[in-house]
Structures are given as structure tokens and as C-alpha cells.
């Protein structure tokens, strides 16, 4: 008798330790609609257009002003094009801290920008091109309204433009779209007006 109840026993503690397949472990992250969707904006993707919606600024100092800034940067020492890529994937997750163990789509960006100066006399201008990295984690993102955004912390006053740099923001017009753009809350000189505030609009196509 004692040698069949011991047989029960071993049996059941085996069959506690079968890990059930209908229950999720504890590490996996529940997908949502947001998740789907996310999917089809997984990628790389090339820079093609940085527009400036303040007044028109001539960076390249040939005397003529306009608002496409590739142009106005492309013959500037540092302007390289190979850095125009970035990628959208599936954020991190890190289970030991809660917000970031829901699912998030990182934005995995490089934003060239006018590295800025300041002459005697305090004429702005811009005397080379700059690059700098930046994840915008997504974990939420409502199509044809701006979504997540990221306020700039950069204190240091010798580089103008970062220092001046508020905040970035990702837009998605749709989840099938190639495309999206980034918002950049900055300022850039325009004549005799100095340094004005307005936005940079970043736009990438996926690469086919």
C-alpha cells in the first residue's frame, strides 16, 4: 500500500512540473491591435526631405534663402549621406520596470542638423553639419495625429543648436504608409530676425 501511495505521489509533483502550453509565461508581453499594426512600419528607412516652417534661412551663405535644409547643407563640411538611415523595430522590454514591460516601437533615429556658430558681432551662422541619435520608444500611436514626443534635455550653450533643441515627435499619416516624419521644436537664424523658433520636419521612406 505504502509503495502505491508513494507511486501517486511521484506522479503528481511530475505532472505539477509539465509546463502548461495555455498559459503564457510570465515574461511574454500580451500583443495588442497597437502591436499588430506596429508591424508593418518594422523597417529600414532613408531620409529624402528636411523642410524648415520658419522663415526662410540661407545656411550655406550663397545668398539665397529657402526652407529645404538637405540643400542648404549638402555642401557643408560633415554632410554625409550614408548617415540618412534609420530603422524602426520592436522596442526593448525590460520586465523589472513596468512601463517597459508593455510592447513599444522604437524609432531608431539619425537627424543631421546645422551645427551653429556665433560671429563676432553675434551673427548667427552655420559652419559645418552635425549628426546626432535618438529611440523614440512608441507605445501608443493614433494615425494622422502627432504621437509620441520626447523632450530635449541638452545644456551646453556651445553647441546652439541642440541647446535651443525642446522636443521631437514622431507622425504616422497611416500604418500601411512607407513613411513617417519627425518634428523638431528648434530655432535656426534667418537674417535680420536672428534666431527664430519654429519646427524641422524630418520625412523617411522605407527602403525597399
Known amino acids: 500500500m505504502n509503495k502505491v501511495i508513494s507511486l501517486l505521489v511521484v506522479a503528481v509533483c511530475f505532472l505539477g512540473c509539465v509546463p502548461r502550453e495555455d498559459v503564457a509565461p510570465s515574461h511574454q508581453v500580451q500583443e495588442s491591435d497597437f ?18 516652417t520658419g522663415c526662410q534661412t540661407d545656411l550655406n551663405g550663397d545668398g539665397v534663402y529657402g526652407w529645404n535644409l538637405l540643400d542648404e547643407m549638402k555642401d557643408k563640411i560633415g554632410y554625409w549621406e550614408p548617415n540618412h538611415l534609420s530603422n ?35 551673427e548667427v551662422v552655420c559652419s559645418s553639419v552635425g549628426y546626432f541619435k535618438k529611440t523614440l ?8 495625429q502627432n504621437g509620441a514626443r520626447a523632450t530635449i534635455g541638452y545644456y551646453d550653450s556651445s553647441n546652439i543648436f541642440l541647446n535651443g ?12 504608409d512607407d ?5 523638431a521644436q ?13 519646427s524641422i520636419v524630418y520625412t523617411f521612406r522605407k527602403v525597399k
Request: net charge negative; proline share 4%; charged share 25%.
Open 137 to 144: 520608444r512608441v507605445e501608443d500611436l493614433r494615425v494622422k
Open 186 to 198: 528648434c530655432s535656426l537664424p534667418c537674417d535680420e530676425l536672428g534666431l527664430q523658433e519654429s
Open 88 to 122: 524602426v523595430c520592436e522596442g526593448e522590454i525590460v520586465q523589472s520596470y513596468e512601463p517597459w514591460s508593455r510592447y513599444a516601437l522604437s524609432f531608431n533615429l539619425t537627424l543631421p542638423y546645422p551645427y551653429l556658430v556665433e560671429r563676432d558681432g553675434g
Open 165 to 176: 533643441l525642446k522636443w521631437l515627435e514622431v507622425y504616422v499619416d497611416s500604418f500601411d
Open 179 to 183: 513613411s513617417f516624419k519627425i518634428i
Open 35 to 52: 502591436a499588430r499594426q506596429a508591424r508593418n512600419l518594422y523597417g529600414d528607412y532613408k531620409l529624402i526631405n528636411v523642410l524648415w
